[in-house]
């Protein structure tokens, strides 16, 4: 190996090193702040590591009566809106990848103008009402049932396939039904389970339609929700606030709104850290290939 190749990698290491650092820290101090004594976490100065270890702060969370509710509607929203929206988006994406169909140029920019003419907050809640999805479970999954970013993204997956696979299924005599669920769907995975990623991301993270259409009705109420709600509230405090009195009677340490900011951020991001290396084989070949044609 020359010097310049030595020079190269010790740089690009470096630079990656960095990256890392730079990536992780965020997180890491996070989860320090969560696992530290609420009160002495004000002093500042927490870094990667706790300096009082606790888990009142965890506790207080876990004590929340809306908390589990809250997880509860995430995990099924995500869950569901997941599978529908990817099973959904690639059976139209298929539909409008088929040269025979004669209104696919006509349907894919349809499509596409969604992404740029929007009809503003005001005309899409009155749609929401008149739709009678208010105080409804569905209205988290069917305004966003299909995304078209996602679509593009199945339709160029599904055109770089080999057109004499499906060919051959139709000389076996499959029908457009059996040919998707048997042949499309199975070398789809890769960039159905980018989709899925995507989309799982975004329901779990979403909460603002929460705000919108369902917030009067607590039992439809997301972990999201309720940890913006949180935000909201330690974003307008000035001091330390005890959000117990019964633990301040039993002698338990304060909870502080920093404390709790950060612990509930640390439950909220859990269960996708622990999804994504699941789906991170199949990110770079599903975007690359469904990115670009040849």
């Known amino acids: 190996m020359s010097l310049g190749d030595r020079i190269f990698d ?29 009160t002495d976490s004000l002093r500042g100065g927490i870094y990667l590591w706790p300096r009082k270890w606790t888990l009142e702060n965890y506790k207080f969370v876990f004590e929340e009566a809306t908390i589990f509710q809250a997880t509860l509607t995430s995990v099924l929203r995500t869950v569901i809106g997941t599978v529908l ?23 894919t920019i349809a499509f596409i103008l969604t992404m740029y003419i929007n009809g503003g907050l005001i005309p899409t809640y009155l749609l929401i009402r008149d739709l009678g ?24 997956f599904i055109e770089n396939l080999p057109d004499n696979i ?34 799982g991301v975004w329901q779990w993270n979403s909460w603002f339609d929460v705000f919108l259409y369902n917030s009067s009705y607590e039992h439809l109420s997301t972990l999201q929700y309720e940890l913006q709600k949180i935000l909201q509230f330690s974003n307008a405090s ?3 606030v005890d959000f117990t009195a019964a633990g301040a009677q039993q002698g338990l340490s304060q909870v502080t709104p920093y404390a709790i900011r950060a612990t509930m951020t640390i439950v909220a991001s859990v269960p996708i850290i622990m ?4 789906l991170q ?14």
């Open 133 to 156: 999805l208010i105080g409804s479970f569905w209205v988290y999954i069917w305004p966003g049932l299909i995304g078209v970013f996602n679509l593009i993204i199945i339709r160029s």
């Open 85 to 107: 929206t990817v099973f959904c988006s690639a059976m139209v994406a298929y539909t409008i990848s088929r040269p025979e169909y004669v209104l696919r140029k006509f349907v």
């Open 281 to 294: 084989k199949y990110f770079v070949k599903g975007m690359m290939v469904g990115g670009v044609k040849e």
């Open 166 to 199: 499906l060919e051959s299924a139709k000389i076996d005599g499959a029908g457009e039904f059996r040919t998707f669920f048997s042949i499309v769907l199975p070398l789809c995975t890769p960039v159905l389970a980018t989709v899925a990623l995507f989309t």
């Open 238 to 240: 000035t001091r330390s």
């Open 275 to 278: 999804v994504y290396p699941f």
């Open 10 to 38: 010790a740089v690009n290491y470096t630079l990656l090193c960095l990256l890392m650092v730079v990536t992780l820290y965020p997180f890491l101090n996070t989860l320090a702040v969560s696992f530290n004594d609420a």
